[in-house]
């Protein structure tokens, strides 16, 4: 199939990213924007005496038990990253992309 085949059969695709691509970063930002608002990054990396709360528990109770970061040593592992880091990341961006 060379490549010009592969655009006439993604057509539809193609034109529908673009017709909504605009509306979807739009709400992928305010989505992004809602962790900063609320306060849960400031709560995350809050280094108050005072605080108790686990980062591991902020995490589970924001995005449930897949983003335990005990689900995440072996890739933290491969990656050098710690595991909070990872789940972190990957619970936003999953947040994120099914709201949008």
Do not use: C, W
């Not at 193609?14 to 017709?19: A, R």
């Not at 305010?30 to 962790?35: E, K, P, T």
């Not at 335990?68 to 890739?75: D, T, V």
């Amino acid at each position: 199939m060379n490549k010009e085949t592969r655009r006439m059969i993604n057509k539809p695709a193609i034109e529908f990213v673009s017709e909504f691509s605009a509306v979807y970063f739009h709400t992928i930002t305010l989505h992004l924007g809602s962790f900063v608002e609320d306060g849960f990054l400031k709560a995350l990396y809050d280094k108050s005496p005072s605080r108790t709360t686990d980062n591991n528990q902020l995490l589970i109770e924001r995005f449930g038990d897949a983003a335990n970061p005990a689900n995440f040593n072996s890739q933290a592992q491969a990656t050098n990253i710690q595991p909070a880091i990872l789940s972190l990341i990957y619970s936003i961006a999953l947040y994120t992309a099914s709201r949008a």
